[in-house]
């Protein structure tokens, strides 16, 4: 429940109690009341004043009590590679696991931020991936012969 919702209900069990309160200490005639009219308003009024502020009091915890924050969402690690290749040089850069599957390796799966930068001259070959790469051992045999 919100808090301004539990305070309103809060508010609105002080004025029942209050009411109620003087209703009784104006409708039943106790031997110790006064016996003028304005002093019995009197009476009655801060006995029903005290009893709403008791009644208030026992509702203030829970009307107080706060929600529990939600658990931040966990940070994702950031990434950030960068290369520079030339000749015949070969970079493979991977932002997650490499050949490895996700659930073997924990968490897995894409990293936070991915920053991945790379510059490539002559016959050099980048491949990159943001988050996880699997390659057979099939493929470096590929790459190597074209």
Known sequence: MARWARWSVTLVVAAVVFGVCLWV???VSFGWMPKAE??????????????????????DRWANRE??????????PAVSQEVVASGQ???????GNQNTPSS???AGGVPGRVVQKAEAS??????????????????????RQS
């Open 25 to 27: 200490a104006r409708s």
């Open 38 to 59: 304005a002093d019995r308003w009197v009476v009655a009024t801060a006995f029903a004043t005290l009893m709403g502020t008791v009644a208030a009091a026992a509702v």
């Open 67 to 76: 929600q529990p924050a939600p658990l931040p969402e966990p940070e994702l």
């Open 89 to 95: 040089a070969r970079v493979n850069q991977a932002g």
């Open 104 to 106: 073997a390796a924990g």
């Open 122 to 143: 002559d016959d050099a070959s980048v491949n990159q991936a943001g988050g996880d790469q699997n390659t057979r051992p099939e493929d470096d045999e590929q790459q």
